[in-house]
Nanobody, 128 residues
Framework: QVQLAESGGGLVQPGGSLRLSCVAA????????IGWFRQAPGKEREGISS????????DYADSVKGRFTISRDNAKATVDLQMNSLEPEDTAVYYC?????????????????????WGQGTQVTVSS
């Protein structure tokens, strides 16, 4: 059974940084592409970053490009999202998601409909 658990959220001032972690359990992470999403109150869920199972390809939404960095450690079964230069507009619940891919793949996607399993989310609040 695929299980994902996010951690690392919290309250941070504008301009600050946070590092979110997504821990995978019950499956072999190396055969899954992973995405990070966020959803602010009253808004649709937004795909912000994705990393391939090969660890060779990443993708970012324009809203976070240059500020956020996704990385993965298959041995530790974790996918992290380093968030720098945070803005109040980044306030949201952040989710990680997984989709099984065929073998060692460069597949990445920011579309939520392509993901099969989701974590419960972690709240990030950017406020002074």
């Amino acid at each position: 059974q695929v299980q994902l658990a996010e951690s690392g959220g919290g309250l941070v001032q504008p301009g600050g940084s946070l590092r979110l972690s997504c821990v995978a359990a019950g499956f072999t992470l190396e055969y899954f592409a992973i995405g990070w999403f966020r959803q602010a109150p009253g808004k649709e869920r937004e795909g912000i970053s994705s990393i391939s199972s090969s660890n060779l390809r990443t993708d970012y939404a324009d809203s976070v490009k240059g500020r956020f960095t996704i990385s993965r450690d298959n041995a530790k079964a974790t996918v992290d999202l380093q968030m720098n230069s945070l803005e109040p507009e980044d306030t949201a619940v952040y989710y990680c998601a997984a989709v099984h891919v065929a073998g060692y793949s460069d597949y990445v996607t920011l579309s939520s409909k392509n993901y099969e399993s989701w974590g419960q989310g972690t709240q990030v609040t950017v406020s002074s």
